[in-house]
């Protein structure tokens, strides 16, 4: 069972548009929510993160939405950039079960020129 | 900044043979994480260590073993490879230090395939 869910698979977005990657989870005991940006080839690099103890966090161009009744975060990417194209992970982790994380599936963004 | 690194970045094997991968956290990290990556797929958790000791397994087949040495880099060992576990390895660190949620760094992984 996925405990994390991320959509959509993919995603298109033009230049300059706003791009929007939900994810859903099951385990209450999360209490870190990340994402990260993969290239292909190269290892997961950490973009922004969140705790449940706030809604929203922006860094840049890149903001967070937390529902925590909902159990629902998401990634916003503001002025979306070819350069953004990649693949997010959302992740989750729980301090009382050691901290690793678990990945939703990942999303595929592609922001046109 | 000095991030994780991973050796070697490729790694070639044949079906049935031993393979050795290696982490080096970033300076004064205490935790390393194993993570694996199938073609398409998100990471996957192997096996955790936190100050040497080994702190958390996930889904770590038993012909794999992993250890955190004093310097605390650590190895991943992995026996009678098999064509499945072709895949990237990346491995995480971050500093925990009793302070509860960490915020891990992934290395640049290693691609192994084996054949």
């Known amino acids: 069972q996925q405990q994390v869910k991320q959509s959509p698979q993919s995603l298109i977005v033009q230049k300059g548009g706003i791009s929007i990657i939900n994810c859903a989870y099951e385990n209450t005991a999360f209490d870190y929510f990340p994402w990260y940006q993969q290239f292909p080839g190269k290892g997961p690099a950490l973009l922004i993160a969140?705790?449940?103890?706030?809604s929203e966090k922006k860094e840049g161009r890149f903001t967070i939405s937390f529902n925590k009744s909902a159990k629902q975060f998401s990634l916003h990417i503001m002025d979306s950039q070819p350069g953004d194209s990649a693949t997010y992970f959302c992740?989750?982790?729980?301090?009382?079960?050691?901290?690793?994380?678990?990945f939703g599936g990942g999303t595929r963004l592609m922001v046109k020129p | 900044a000095a991030g994780v690194i991973q050796s070697p970045r490729h790694l070639i094997k044949e079906k049935r043979e031993t393979a050795t991968l290696k982490c080096y956290p970033i300076p004064r990290h205490d935790t390393v994480y194993w993570y694996q990556q199938g073609p398409g797929q998100d990471p996957q958790f192997l096996i955790s260590?936190?100050?040497?000791?080994?702190?958390d397994k996930g889904s770590i087949p038993d012909r794999f073993s992993a250890q955190q040495f004093s310097d605390y880099h650590s190895e991943l060992n992995m026996s009678s490879l098999e064509l499945g576990d072709s895949a990237l390895y990346f491995c995480?660190?971050?500093?925990?230090?009793?302070?509860?949620?960490?915020?891990?760094?992934f290395g640049p992984g290693t691609r192994l395939t084996v054949l």
């Open positions: 992740a989750a982790s729980a301090t009382n079960a050691g901290n690793m994380l678990t």
């Open positions: 995480a660190s971050s500093f925990r230090q009793g302070r509860g949620t960490d915020t891990q760094y």
């Open positions: 969140i705790r449940p103890d706030v």
């Open positions: 260590f936190y100050e040497k000791m080994q702190s």
